[in-house]
């Protein structure tokens, strides 16, 4: 086990052909790794809980792809890297986080292709959701309003994520922000979200993270 700048672990378990990665910065505990591939995702034991070998690969890497938080990773010996998201999407968690799946930069650092990213404002792991949405009652809609205006003529590409200090997310690139459902929200290529809780047109920064006092660190 590797150990990060932070403190925090980073796995990485070695197979035939595949290696895959974990970085519990960002696991938000969502389980579908440990449900959708109970053979190589062990659930409550003490050391070695990733065995990449004691499932079909391709499986394998299908449900890792699924691991929204982009905790779990892989690189295959044959090269096969994972696809690029086609189409950059955020989409809003009814109480919950941003889930994003893009080519996304985070504060200048390649990021991967998924993530989860606090817009409560109470996670320790900013800009990382740690589900403390759960335990504030946060409560924010997954369903906004449609806006009917802008449409993309391209839908992927960089995405440039810039967590504001004491702001909000300011994203640069291409962008469909859909609701909990998959229902189109807006089409963008800036805008600055909310992730202080408190914004009125969520998911939008109306600079209510000045009223509040908003510390993002
Ligand atoms: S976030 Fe990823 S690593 Fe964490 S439990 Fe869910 S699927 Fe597994
Ligand atoms: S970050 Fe929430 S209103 Fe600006």
């Not at 403190?7 to 378990?13: K, N, Y």
């Not at 394998?60 to 295959?76: H, N």
Request: charged content about 30%.
């Amino acid at each position: 086990m590797a150990v990060t700048e932070t403190g925090d672990p980073v796995d990485r378990a070695e197979g035939k052909d595949i290696a895959v990665k974990f970085d519990g910065r960002r696991c938000i505990h969502a389980r579908f790794c440990v449900t959708r591939a109970p053979a190589s995702f062990l659930a409550d034991v003490e050391g070695p809980w990733i065995l990449p070998d004691a499932s079909e690969i391709e499986y394998l890497c299908s449900v890792i792809r699924e691991c929204p938080s982009g905790a779990l990773t892989y690189e295959r010996r044959d090269g096969q890297s994972e696809p690029v998201p086609p189409v950059n999407l955020i989409s809003l968690r009814e109480n919950g986080p941003y889930v994003v799946r893009a080519d996304m930069s985070l504060d200048g650092e390649k990021a991967g292709f998924r993530a989860t990213l606090c817009r409560c404002g109470a996670s320790k792991r900013k800009p990382f959701c740690d589900k403390s949405h759960k335990y504030i009652g946060f409560e924010a809609t997954g369903e906004p309003p449609t806006d009917k205006g802008k449409k993309l003529a391209v839908r992927g590409g960089p995405l440039a994520i810039e967590p504001e200090a004491d702001g909000p997310l300011e994203v640069r690139g291409n962008l469909e922000i859909i609701s909990g459902t998959g229902r189109t929200v807006a089409c963008v290529d800036h805008a600055r979200l909310c992730r202080c809780g408190a914004s009125k047109t969520k998911p939008f920064c109306d600079e209510s993270h000045r009223r509040i006092g908003f510390r993002s660190l």
